[in-house]
């Protein structure tokens, strides 16, 4: 006995109902997301700043709207993660709005990585610990994105092609790269003073080699001795850390050199100064106060020497 076989047959409607709502959920959508949904990039390494640039921006805001729209992707713990636009959050909170326009992406890690990276990696006045993690984030991403190598192709080899990818995009040299890259070595404490450029760029790689420990006593000894290191230094305070014999009476006693620049600079301490002012005055006072007596003094040799 034959069984009987019920063939449903799909309606025209339905057909193009299916192809249409299939071609509206790949395309990009602008949507007006509540910034309670919106969450920041996991380890972003750009920092957001109620600075003067902040202010501009909640203003513009206020005045003109979000005129960009900010990229994010769904969360598996519901809401969104933003891949960019962490300013533009930032600046509608503080404009008081309660959503920002959004444009939401399906995207797997190392794509929303590369994208958050490429969002801000343009911006002016950047510090060097934001590039440097930057960079490194995204070159992370860009090599498990290349996948695994085939057995005849070294991994060295794919690091200089990614490397290389890399530059291109970015405009800088590989080598150049992997200087910025050095600097996430480098303990929290000193990366800031390079932020806050203390530590030049150059010297800061050269110390990014010393261990994380020998980088915390070399803070003590910048502390005992007042001063910061310069290139030469930070040069031999890392072979001495190769050779393994750094120490932090090695360290001091580097870190006490006269530099050449301190050849032409005369310091007095605050101590010496502070009893001929009274103690309420800063130190800026003080410094014009010294000024103006040194003018009048300079103007009093001169007329003696005119007579």
Known sequence: MKENRKMELTSYDEIFSTEESRQDAAREKVMEIPLSELYAFRDHPFKVQDDERMLDTAQSIREYGVLVPAIARPR????????SGHRRKRGCELAGLETMP?????????????????????????????RAFAYRMKLEAM???????????SQLGTQKRSDQLMADQVGESRNQIQRFIRLTQLIPPLLDMVDEKK???????????LKPQEQTELLDAMESEQATPSLSQTQRLKKFSQ??????????AIMSEEKKHDLDRVTIGSDKLQKYFPK???PAQMETQIIKLLESWHRKRQQAHER
């Open 280 to 282: 309420s005055w800063t």
């Open 76 to 83: 598996k713990d519901g809401g969104y993660e933003l891949i």
């Open 143 to 153: 090599k498990r994105k290349a996948g695994r190598l085939p057995k005849n192709v």
């Open 102 to 130: 959004v444009i939401v992406r399906d995207m797997d890690d190392d794509a929303a990585t590369i994208v958050m990276v490429d969002s801000n990696i343009q911006r002016e006045s950047l510090l060097p610990s934001e």
């Open 199 to 209: 530590i030049a760029f150059n010297p800061a790689v050269e110390l990014s080699y």
């Open 243 to 252: 050779e393994g014999r750094l120490s932090l009476d090695v360290m001091r």
